[in-house]
T-cell receptor
Framework: KNEVEQSPQNLTAQEGEFITINCSYS?????LHWLQQHPGGGIVSLFM???GKKKHGRLIATINIQEKHSSLHITASHPRDSAVYIC??????????FGTGTSLTVIP | NAGVMQNPRHLVRRRGQEARLRCSPM?????VYWYRQLPEEGLKFMVY????????ESGMPKERFSAEFPKEGPSILRIQQVVRGDSAAYFC???????????????FGQGTRLTVV
């Protein structure tokens, strides 16, 4: 049983398209991270959320605590957005549970 | 303020050798998390430490793996008698301790890629 489910697993988009990645979780949480990982690269935290919505540039993240669901949106996608996006939830106790990731490829 | 520093970035070990992975948290951070990413798999939690104390090691394999976070110096993840199945990327993250004891934002390192030959 996975505490965190992400969809889709793989996503290919044309440059400029609006992209949505979804994350559902089954545990109570203190916070949720959206992470980005480029091939062979490190992990960067894009957002930490505990409620509502956050926006950084072309990236928007939302969370609905009651429905145990979060979404990551990318507006006007660009080839440099190509990466794996990982949802990570942090229950009380501070352990991390990770989704399996969404591999995004943006084609010029 | 440097971010979370992990070294080495790449480590090659022969079967049966020991691997020592180091993680220097961000300045002022007292909590360190280690997790592992096996090839073609997702990230898995291994251990959560504060200085001189292991808080949660429920994700650590029972044998050959150990972790510490001493009062001074980096956190160390130690793998004894490595086997091919230990080949993976090992990441750490660090965070502050909130006054309430609740979670504060973690910052992630670049990872150490261990290859066992």
């Amino acid at each position: 049983k996975n505490e965190v489910e992400q969809s889709p697993q793989n996503l290919t988009a044309q440059e400029g398209e609006f992209i949505t990645i979804n994350c559902s979780y089954s545990v109570g949480i203190s916070a949720l991270h959206w992470l980005q990982q480029h091939p062979g690269g490190g992990i960067v935290s894009l957002f930490m959320l505990s409620s509502g919505k956050k926006k950084h540039g072309r990236l928007i993240a939302t969370i609905n605590i009651q429905e145990k669901h979060s979404s990551l949106h990318i507006t006007a996608s660009h080839p440099r957005d190509s990466a794996v996006y990982i949802c990570a939830v942090i229950p009380p106790g501070n352990q991390f549970y990770f989704g399996t990731g969404t591999s995004l490829t943006v084609i010029p | 303020n440097a971010g979370v520093m992990q070294n080495p970035r790449h480590l090659v070990r022969r079967r049966g050798q020991e691997a020592r992975l180091r993680c220097s948290p961000m300045k002022g951070h007292s909590h360190v998390y280690w997790y592992r990413q096996l090839p073609e798999e997702g990230l898995k939690f291994m251990v959560y430490l504060q200085k001189e104390n292991i808080i949660d090691e429920s994700g650590m394999p029972k044998e050959r793996f150990s972790a510490e976070f001493p009062k001074e110096g980096p956190s160390i993840l130690r793998i004894q008698q490595v086997v091919r199945g230990d080949s993976a990327a090992y990441f750490c993250a660090s965070s502050l301790l909130a006054a309430s004891g609740s979670y504060t934002e973690a910052f992630f390192g670049q990872g150490t890629r261990l290859t066992v030959v």
